[in-house]
């Protein structure tokens, strides 16, 4: 993986009241032991929310800490931040709504677009600009400014013996993102600017992001960042959907073989079929088929408020569905002051909704069995492992979809009388004993451990498609013209 060392300042006293921690900082910090320890920040930076989860590896048993954004926050989730940001008439940046500043939404998929429009399309992305990578560069330092302030403040006491933090950031990317391509350096490059930007003495603006860009583009390939004079920071972009196997992987549900992940995020589908073994003492993942596709919890919840408007209700706006989306909570189920016509609407668009994603799920299998990895017991004497991550992975409509795809690989296409097998997700709380949504964290979790913990990720256009070896009572019985 690529990866770059930066040099940075380490700071620990806090200039911010509940604000984005711009403005001029003390960035040094008293020695009261020795030596050094290291502070990994996994960060998911998703769609609609991102998410961060810092970990200590080197203290006992690895603790790992979610990022608490308080009113920051979703309401219903402070782990959860929207994946917004403010830009006021002067290009000063924040993370929520100031007086005479303009809201940006859509920064991930922004940077998708440019590789493939259709996803924009597909999500009524407007047209991106010039200042697309500036405004996720600037989103991303923000994030990172209040996580290093968070964590050095309420847990000050866990590293203050000693007298040097080696800080390192995995960016969470999409699995189209790995590899020599375009897409992957512009992540490389955006999140880059993002950590100097988060150093910036003075409040990160859009000019500012800009130029930050230019300076990473111009010195990514040459030598080290030295802009910095202390400890140093080691960046890496890694696979969304590996996070999430990661976090599996390091747990005591771990099996090694065939596995089917699939992440129901907010904005979109993300299913990735991949192989965990075990090599001399080191995980290997191989990712296989990886697709990603507009069917997320919101593009749901919008095909159901249209069914709305074609069922010409009367009162519309008594129903519980017309409402605004928020993508991060289920589509409410009551069916009150909910007249019969719109039932009927929303339950064709539901069916509608299923087969899409249905059909993406199967076409992630059928060339996973055909072409990638045909010789795999799980297709045959084993159940397929599958992990479900991600918010809407509880959601009715996405469960019926699993249940449906089960009984296809089970009875109508593969014929695996093991069928699948669905993984339950570690239970997970923080050190200090309060439990977390575990499926929205699982990314965030996987990418908050260190280089050489995690392994070696094989990205699938480096994996050559493999030739389905004949049963062996064929191979066995076989005649060949040297014995006629």
Same mark, same amino acid.
């Given at each position: 993986m690529k990866k770059l060392r930066l040099l940075s300042f380490l700071w620990r006293n806090k200039t911010e009241d509940s604000s984005e921690g711009n403005g001029e900082r003390n960035e040094t910090m008293a020695t009261t032991g020795g030596g050094r320890v290291e502070l990994v920040?996994?960060?998911?930076?998703?769609?609609?929310?991102?998410?961060?989860?810092?970990?200590?590896?080197?203290?006992?048993?690895?603790?790992?800490?979610?990022?608490?954004? $308080?009113?920051?926050?979703?309401?219903?989730?402070?782990?959860?931040l929207p994946t917004s940001l403010w830009v006021d008439s002067s290009g000063i940046c924040s993370l929520r709504s100031k007086a005479g500043s303009r809201m940006y939404q859509d920064l991930k998929i922004k940077l998708l677009s440019e590789m493939n429009p259709n996803l924009a399309v597909s999500m009524s992305v407007e047209g991106g600009d010039n200042f697309d990578e500036a405004r996720a560069a600037a989103y991303l330092g923000l994030v990172l400014q209040k996580v290093r302030t968070w964590f050095l403040?309420?847990?000050?006491?866990?590293?203050?013996?000693?007298?040097?933090?080696?800080?390192?950031?995995?960016?969470?990317?999409?699995?189209a993102s790995m590899g020599e391509n375009a897409e992957n350096d512009r992540f490389f490059r955006v999140g880059n600017a993002a950590w100097l930007l988060s150093f910036a003495k003075d409040e990160i603006t859009i000019i500012g992001a800009s130029k930050c860009l230019a300076d990473v583009a111009g010195k990514a390939n040459k030598q080290p960042f030295k802009k910095y004079e202390a400890e140093e920071c080691y960046?890496?972009?890694?696979?969304?959907?590996?996070?999430?196997a990661i976090s599996y992987a390091m747990s005591e549900l771990r099996?090694?073989?065939?596995?089917?992940?699939?992440?129901?995020?907010?904005?979109?589908?993300?299913?990735?079929?991949?192989?965990?073994?075990?090599? &001399? $003492?080191?995980?290997?993942?191989?990712?296989?088929?990886?697709?990603?596709?507009?069917?997320g919890v919101a593009e749901m919840h919008r095909r159901q408020l249209a069914a709305l408007e074609l069922a010409e209700m009367e009162n519309p706006e008594d129903s519980v569905y017309y409402q605004k989306v928020d993508p991060l909570d289920p589509f409410p189920e009551e069916r009150d002051n909910v007249e019969e016509p719109f039932i009927r609407e929303v339950a064709q668009v539901n069916e509608q909704f299923r087969d899409e994603c249905s059909t993406h799920l199967r076409r992630v299998l059928e060339k996973t069995r055909t072409e990638r990895a045909p010789n795999e017991d799980e297709w045959?004497?084993?159940?397929?492992?599958?992990?479900?991550? $991600?918010g809407g992975s509880v959601v009715d409509q996405y469960e019926r979809v699993v249940d449906e795809l089960d009984y296809w690989f089970r009875n109508e296409h593969i014929r695996n009388q093991h069928g699948m097998k669905l993984l339950p997700m570690p239970v997970q709380s923080t050190p200090d004993g309060e439990e977390v949504a575990y499926m929205r964290l699982a990314?965030?979790? $996987?990418?908050?451990?260190? &280089?050489?913990?995690?392994?070696?990720?094989?990205?699938?256009?480096?994996?050559?498609?493999?030739i389905k070896e004949p049963p062996a009572e064929i191979m066995g019985t076989y005649i060949g013209s040297e014995q006629t």
């Open positions: 920040i996994g960060l998911d930076f998703g769609t609609s929310s991102s998410k961060v989860v810092v970990r200590a590896p080197d203290l006992q048993g690895s603790p790992a800490y979610p990022m608490d954004f $308080g009113d920051f926050g979703h309401p219903a989730m402070p782990q959860l403040i309420t847990h000050e006491k866990l590293v203050a013996r000693f007298d040097k933090i080696v800080w390192s950031f995995n960016l969470g990317v999409p699995s960046f890496q972009i890694i696979p969304e959907i590996a996070g999430g099996t090694e073989g065939l596995h089917l992940m699939l992440d129901f995020g907010a904005s979109t589908v993300d299913a990735c079929s991949f192989i965990l073994r075990n090599r &001399e $003492g080191t995980d290997r993942y191989s990712l296989m088929v990886t697709d990603v596709q507009p069917l045959t004497t084993k159940p397929l492992p599958v992990l479900l991550i $991600g990314v965030a979790y $996987g990418l908050s451990y260190r &280089e050489f913990d995690i392994g070696e990720i094989t990205p699938a256009d480096r994996i050559a498609n493999m």
